[in-house]
């Protein structure tokens, strides 16, 4: 049948059963939100505030279903404002397709009104995009950016359609998504192997080589990475632990990847990681990290970094093998699959003195009772005694983002969502609310700070109009508490520009918005407030006092040894 490049669009995403889209129309793109009149009720649009809220929705959606997210944007400041959640995005290997239109081709390069280089601006953060100039390549185009966002190490894409290629009209025919690896220009995708599609198949002898070095060692450790999340290995992860009876840390991307209730859980690694954990890094002989990049906030001090033990790195993408930490043994591979193969091969182990010297540290930090304030433990633990248990949490970036993984148990991927590698304050609402889009039989938080909830929160327009029934949580400390702690440990107390004694008051501004607001500076009120909040079923804040010069521990300096614990 002969339909135009915004109806081609509106198909291929059916096709991809991608019935949720995040975006903000403009006037590039207004061929497609015509089309989207006739498609609305198999294609569900979502009208964020601001294009960075719909980036981090699609971002959001995507990592809390395992689907691919969408968000759509206009051309030129609508595009530029989509970066920062393509960034997001692809620090975390979350797969979104990200759809924007361009000016027609007869005002490409002409400095026209709302026009910019889209793909080149979008190129560095991206897995691959691609900028449309003909209405016939439009349908495989969209078919090979899903194929890409979900394939190998999942991550972003990004598509640019001319405006005129919207309007044409071309021929399309309707190919379902398990006929798409032999459909046309898809088959050389597949054939070539391109833009990390492929999955590596997994060599056999790295396997037994790994079996052998487990047999042999006396102090297994694991790490559990972003990459088993990504994978949906949790299950394997599990039964993995368990097998090789291995003290088990988690790294900010892995919470879900291991339950955190396993008895082998050391809690998080790195700048922010438990004593179990750090200490078991820096005294194990077998070091095994599952989709994990020893980034400089795990790895510190590469140099240094568990450097007795042999170190072992299992992970899909072969760029990561090598890159910040030598290895002794790596294994190129799906997770589930690598996992799966080890775990069938592997015999019980038993280490009762390793993991009794681990566990004599601590797995999570001790507070004072913490008076006229709450402290994060407090916090914490009331949220997690009243909501159910397969709560989704997501949260900004900050103090109360590591308060929220040490301190909160995450047991399936998917049940944290947090920005990691881009550190991105002011993901978490539009993360938030994708989540709950993709998720709407489960409930749904958000833990910010106040100075992340001040960037976004203009998407609490989303919660109201949509009538979402999330609940934020604020971290209300007054200050840029993680740029304060370090003023506080590094900088003399030389609180430059961190004291936020600003508005808004966050109980008013959520009632501006039509939804509910409270404070409150201890447990007793907490549990009220969360209760009263989960009886109205409509978005609410709930705006918790912290003392300012709370800090986050323990806390080790970037570029020091793991186990050179400040003095807090």
Not at 214 to 241: D, T
Not at 274 to 295: H, K, M, P, T
């Amino acid at each position: 049948m002969k339909i135009s490049g915004a109806e081609i669009l509106m198909e291929c995403l059916l096709e991809q059963d991608a019935t949720v889209v995040f975006g903000y129309p403009g006037g590039t793109i207004l061929n497609v939100y015509d089309a989207l009149v006739k498609y609305k009720d198999r294609v569900h649009h979502y009208l964020t505030a601001h294009e960075q809220g719909a980036a981090h929705a699609a971002d959001g959606y995507a990592r809390s279903t395992g689907k691919v997210g969408v968000a759509f944007s206009t051309s030129g400041p609508g595009a530029t404002n989509l970066t920062t959640g393509v960034a997001t995005a692809y620090m975390d290997s979350s797969p979104v397709v990200f759809i924007s239109c361009n000016v027609a081709e007869n005002l490409i390069g002409k400095d026209s009104f709302q026009e910019v280089d889209s793909t080149g601006v979008m190129l560095p953060i991206t897995k691959c995009n691609f900028q449309v100039t003909d209405v016939n390549k439009l349908a495989d185009t969209v078919r090979k950016a899903f194929a890409i966002a979900r394939s190998g190490r999942p991550g972003p894409v990004f598509i640019d359609i001319l405006k005129n290629v919207t309007a044409e009209m071309a021929e399309y025919e309707y190919i379902p998504r398990s006929k798409h690896k032999e459909a046309g220009a898809l088959k050389a995708l597949f054939d070539r192997n391109m833009v990390d599609f492929h999955i590596p198949k997994v060599d056999e002898e790295d396997i037994d080589k790994l079996i052998d070095m487990i047999g042999e060692s006396e102090k297994p450790m694991l790490i559990c990475g972003g990459g088993v999340v990504r994978a949906r290995a949790h299950k394997e992860f599990n039964q993995f632990a368990n097998l090789i009876d291995a003290p088990t840390a988690i790294t900010v991307m892995g919470g879900g990847g291991i339950s955190g209730t396993n008895p082998h859980v050391t809690g998080m690694i790195g700048m922010h990681g438990s004593q179990a954990s750090n200490i078991a890094c820096n005294e194990c002989d077998l070091l095994i990290a599952v989709g994990c990049r020893f980034s400089d906030r795990v790895a510190l001090d590469p140099d240094s970094f568990a450097n007795q033990a042999k170190i072992v790195h299992i992970d899909i993408d072969r760029s990561e093998i090598n890159k910040n930490v030598q290895t002794d043994h790596h294994i190129v591979g799906d997770a589930k699959e690598v996992l799966r193969m080890l775990n069938e091969r592997l015999t019980q182990q038993n280490h009762p003195e390793w993991k009794k010297f681990v566990f004599s540290h601590p797995t999570e930090t001790v507070y004072e009772d913490g008076g006229d304030t709450l402290n994060p433990k407090q916090l914490c633990s009331t949220i997690a005694k009243v909501l159910p248990e397969d709560t989704i949490l997501a949260t900004d970036v900050g103090q109360h983002q590591m308060w929220s993984i040490q301190h909160f148990h995450f047991s399936y991927p998917g049940q944290l969502i947090t920005s990691g590698g881009f550190g991105t304050m002011g993901f978490g609402l539009g993360a938030a609310i994708g989540a709950k889009v993709g998720n709407p039989d489960k409930m749904v938080i958000l833990s910010t700070g106040d100075g992340s909830f001040r960037m976004n929160c203009n998407e609490l327009a989303t919660v109201q109009a949509y009538g979402i029934p999330l609940i934020i949580f604020v971290f209300n400390n007054g200050t840029l508490g993680m740029v304060r702690q370090w003023q506080n440990l590094i900088y003399k107390k030389n609180f430059s520009e961190t004291t936020l004694d600003r508005a808004p008051d966050f109980v008013k501004l959520a009632e501006a918005y039509g939804l509910r607001g409270y404070r409150v500076n201890n447990q007793k009120d907490l549990e009220a407030a969360i209760e009263d909040a989960i009886a109205s079923k409509t978005g609410c804040v709930i705006d918790c006092l912290l003392d300012m010069d709370e800090m986050v521990r323990p806390m080790v300096g970037g570029g020091s040894h793991i186990t050179d614990f400040m003095r807090i």
